[in-house]
């Protein structure tokens, strides 16, 4: 089992940054990646980053490329997205995922936490 928690959301101002953190436990050394998703009420959940535990490769969905960062610090067990130039349509719940294997589809991550809000205001 894995536990995830995210933390970090809050409301902020178009332009302005935010950075979410999901703390992890449990099995966290059986997960390959860590990917960021986000949803948004009468959307469907879409993927943001992810980043292999191992290596650290990454990914970006394109709407956020350029603007978003994703890290992790192993020794915390902690994946981190960095988020700058925040737009209105970022505004979402996101939620940290593992998988384990390297994976980009929602559907292949196994482990979910309960999300956080971030509200970009115009």
């Known amino acids: 089992q894995v536990q995830l928690v995210e933390s970090g959301g809050g409301l902020v101002q178009a332009g302005g940054s935010l950075r979410l953190s999901c703390a992890a436990s449990g099995h966290i050394f059986s997960r390959a990646a860590m990917g960021w998703f986000r949803q948004t009420p009468g959307k469907e959940r879409e993927f943001v980053a992810a980043?292999?535990?191992?290596?650290?490769?990454?990914s970006y969905a394109d709407s956020v490329k350029g603007r978003f960062t994703i890290s992790r610090d192993n020794a915390k067990n902690t994946v981190y997205l960095h988020m700058n130039s925040l737009k209105p349509e970022d505004t979402a719940v996101y939620y940290c995922?593992?998988?384990?294997?390297?994976?980009?589809?929602?559907?292949?991550?196994?482990?979910w936490g309960q999300g956080t809000q971030v509200t970009v205001s115009s």
């Open positions: 980043i292999r535990w191992s290596g650290g490769s990454t």
């Open positions: 995922a593992a998988a384990s294997t390297w994976a980009l589809e929602g559907y292949e991550y196994d482990f």
